[in-house]
């Protein structure tokens, strides 16, 4: 059987570089993909939903639903070509497409007809897998609507992925740290036990309105809602006694507050760490106030019969 050979995207070495970054290859199922291959799922109504990432040879599957195998060659991948591409590949049905009317995907199981898989982009361009639909049914039509739909699923997954990559680059050098830091989409914000700012990227600029230079040395506090004080002090002498905050255990969401005066729904991951004397703490922020929005509006429609 001949399988026409899979396409190699031209920054091919720094997307496998990229994926490494994310350190998802080879680990187990997470309930918070899971959720989104399952809400994909029954939103367009399809049995077969994967979220794939596409190593050098082979796609591995962090979540799936309606398919057994945890990864497939990437000689055979659906995906290895939709990262060839901006938009959502799409293929009404796959018998009569040429590029895959001989696949063993399609000639067995699942018995793939229709595709549609939208990448999964990096914040620096590279396209790491794909979050794609699947049916053993022809789809003559994707609508417009569908597209935007899987697109936010997909940017969904990437901002998750994302989370991930920056609380794995708080563990190495500062100065990969500071180079992450620059390009990352997220706020991210060090401070020490006397509540001064240390570092502050050109996203915390963005999203809370200060420049680097008037947070420098400023309190941590400027970015704290009345609120939300009694915790931040709780924390801030768990900090000084170097005992390990409560806020510290995974991803939380908490209100951020701007230099306007603004406040708004943000995701948070907290680190520490002892530098000399002082005790530090790094920040990953994210304004997930569109997030929120179209997460509930796709479990709305995923909830309408």
């Given amino acids: 059987m001949t399988i026409s050979p899979f396409p190699l995207p031209a920054n091919?070495?720094?997307?496998?570089?990229?994926?490494?970054?994310?350190?998802?290859?080879?680990?187990?199922?997470?309930?918070e993909f899971d959720r989104l291959a399952e809400?994909?799922?029954?939103l367009f109504k399809v049995p077969t939903v994967l979220i794939s990432l596409i190593g050098n040879d082979r796609q591995f599957f962090k979540a799936r639903v309606g398919f057994d195998p945890c990864e497939t060659s990437r000689e055979i991948s659906f995906c290895a070509h939709a990262i060839m591409q901006d938009d959502i590949l799409f293929i009404p049905d796959a018998l009569k497409d040429d590029r895959f009317a001989k696949n063993p995907l399609v000639l067995g199981p699942p018995f793939i007809r229709f595709y549609a898989g939208k990448p999964l982009v990096t914040p620096t361009g590279e396209k790491i897998g794909t979050v794609c639909l699947i049916d053993s049914q022809p789809h003559q039509t994707f609508s417009a609507e569908d597209r935007k739909n899987l697109s936010d699923i997909a940017a969904l997954v990437m901002d998750r992925m994302e989370m991930r990559?920056?609380?794995i680059a708080r563990d190495v050098s500062q100065n990969r740290?500071?180079?992450?830091?620059?390009?990352?989409?997220?706020?991210?914000?060090?401070?020490?036990?006397?509540?001064?700012?240390?570092?502050w990227n050109r996203?915390?600029?963005?999203?809370?309105?200060?420049?680097?230079?008037?947070?420098?040395?400023?309190?941590?506090?400027?970015?704290?809602?009345?609120?939300?004080?009694?915790?931040?002090?709780?924390?801030?002498?768990?900090?000084?006694?170097?005992?390990?905050?409560?806020?510290e255990d995974g991803v939380i969401e908490l209100s951020g507050l701007r230099k306007d005066g603004g406040e708004f729904p943000s995701e948070l991951s907290l680190s520490t760490w002892r530098e000399g004397n002082t005790n530090s703490v790094g920040i990953i922020v994210r304004d997930i106030t569109e997030r929120k929005h179209n997460e509930e509006r796709l479990f709305r429609l995923a909830c309408l019969d």
């Fill in 165 to 167: 990559r920056l609380e």
């Fill in 177 to 199: 740290f500071e180079n992450i830091a620059s390009t990352s989409p997220d706020a991210i914000i060090c401070y020490n036990d006397r509540e001064e700012i240390t570092f």
């Fill in 203 to 247: 996203a915390a600029e963005k999203l809370f309105g200060y420049s680097a230079q008037e947070a420098a040395n400023r309190s941590v506090q400027i970015i704290v809602p009345v609120s939300l004080q009694p915790i931040y002090q709780s924390e801030l002498q768990r900090l000084r006694n170097g005992e390990h905050l409560a806020l």
């Fill in 39 to 42: 809400l994909a799922a029954r």
């Fill in 12 to 31: 091919e070495d720094a997307r496998i570089s990229a994926l490494a970054d994310f350190h998802l290859m080879d680990t187990p199922p997470e309930e």
